[in-house]
Every structure is written in C-alpha cells, then in structure tokens.
C-alpha cells in the first residue's frame, strides 16, 4: 500500500499550488481520500476530504480557496490551492481512509510535502 505525494514547494502569497497523491496497493475508490497539514508543534489538521462518492467536505476557513478532486480511474487525488497565504505553510499529508460497518479501519498516510508560502 502506498499513497505517493507530488507537488509543493515554495510560493509567494497570493500564489497557487496543486498537490496530487498517486495510491497504489489498495482498491482506492472505496475510501475516502484526505488532505491534512501539520505545522511544528502542532498536531496534524484536516484540511479537506472527498467521499467515495465525491462528497466534498472542507475546513471552514479554507473553503473558497482550495478544491479537493480526485480521479478514480488514475488513482489520483489532488488538493489545487490558490490565494495561497504564508499561514498555509505547512507539511501537507495525502490520507486514505476506510471505516467497514464491522468497525474495521484501514487508514494510510502519504510521505508528507512542504508547502511553504512567503509574504
């Protein structure tokens, strides 16, 4: 099982990132696929989710700003972020998540990427 993170880097506030997350080892269409951003010190926060079926869910504060998609037939989620701010610097993480009615849970985590906005 593997979730592998592309994209991030440095960018200027105002800017525009996209991050994309290749899952391979798993039947990724039945789980709902995440973004998370963690920051030194802190504990690891959503950021956005998408559902098996496309539901959409997003932090509040970041609605309006960064889109979650992804492409079942590649396997690929995505995370496009815009009107970037240097708070958005973080480390984000790619996750993968399935709770079974029986109450089993598969839960996977991508490498992490920097994602670093300057002022």
């Known amino acids: 099982v593997q979730l592998v993170q592309s994209g991030g880097g440095l960018v200027q506030a105002g800017g525009s990132l996209r991050l994309s997350c290749a899952a391979s080892?798993?039947?990724?269409?039945?789980?709902?696929m995440g973004w998370y951003r963690q920051v030194p010190g802190k504990g690891r926060e959503l950021v956005a989710t998408?559902?098996?079926?496309?539901?959409?869910t997003y932090v509040s504060s970041l609605k309006g700003r960064f889109t979650i998609s992804r492409n079942n037939a590649k396997n690929m989620v995505y995370l496009q972020m815009t009107s970037l701010k240097p708070e958005d610097t973080a480390v984000y993480y790619c996750n993968a998540d399935r709770t079974l009615v029986s109450g089993l849970f598969y839960n996977y985590w991508g490498q992490g990427t920097q994602v670093t906005v300057s002022s």
């Open positions: 998408i559902s098996d079926i496309g539901r959409r």
């Open positions: 080892g798993f039947n990724h269409d039945d789980y709902t």
